[in-house]
């Protein structure tokens, strides 16, 4: 049988989320990774929203223990750029 690899990057995870989240208001984690289908994808995902929390760009809130993580964009339009480029870089 053919065993396809999931490439997964931060970096790309945290783009998408520059374009959602600004405009969004807040949604749940959940939400944000609605679709995703492979246990990777959803791990990078997650470590690109606590990137972006390190950074100050978004606020994180979870009202009870293993509830809904939600995710509120805080960060100015020029931190944009910096997101990307001062993430950590992890790739799966």
């Known amino acids: 049988a053919h065993v396809s690899v ?3 990057s931060v970096g790309d995870a945290i ?5 959602i ?3 969004s ?3 749940t984690f959940r939400e944000l990774t609605d679709g995703l289908e492979e246990r990777l994808e959803i791990v990078v995902h ?3 929203v606590l990137e972006l929390f390190k950074q100050g760009m978004v606020e994180l809130e979870q009202f009870t223990n293993f509830g809904d993580l939600t995710v509120l964009w805080v960060g100015d339009e020029d ?7 001062g993430a950590d870089v992890y790739e799966g």
């Open 79 to 85: 931190d944009r750029e910096l997101a990307v480029s």
């Open 6 to 8: 999931v490439r997964a």
């Open 15 to 19: 783009e998408t989320f520059l374009e």
């Open 46 to 48: 997650f470590l690109a």
């Open 25 to 27: 208001g807040p949604k």
């Open 21 to 23: 989240l600004p405009s």
